[in-house]
Nanobody, 126 residues
């Protein structure tokens, strides 16, 4: 399977910022949808954000709107999730996932994503 790798997680104080990165063996990602999901202990995995093929649409969960931003780099080999004003409830393992269907939309439905990273821990605590 295509290796998907997340990076940029860590420990941050409430109100701080982190930027997560997602790559897939350096391959261009502009033709695929990329989703960010997270799972906190004792909770179901939830969709956080996604960006569609050729950036035709984006999605943000209500809980992160106005604080998180998803984007691609200029080479279109990396997708970022900029996380600002982090809150303790943002603490979770964050997963990057690749949607190979090539649709001009994206969703928070995890079944639509084929390849997944192993996760990056984000801990928000004082």
């Amino acid at each position: 399977q295509v290796p998907v790798v997340e990076s940029g997680g860590g420990l941050v104080q409430p109100g701080g910022s982190l930027r997560l990165s997602c790559t897939a063996s350096g391959a261009p990602l502009e033709h695929f949808g990329i989703g960010w999901f997270r799972q906190a202990p004792g909770k179901e995995r939830e969709g956080v954000s996604c960006i569609a093929r050729s950036d035709r649409s984006t999605y943000y969960a209500d809980s992160v709107k106005g604080r998180f931003t998803i984007s691609r780099d200029s080479a279109k080999t990396t997708v970022y999730l900029q996380m600002n004003d982090l809150k303790p409830e943002d603490t979770a393992v964050y997963y990057c996932a690749l949607d190979v269907r090539g649709n001009y939309y994206c969703s928070d439905y995890s079944a639509g994503y084929t390849y997944w990273g192993q996760g990056a821990q984000v801990t928000v605590s004082s």
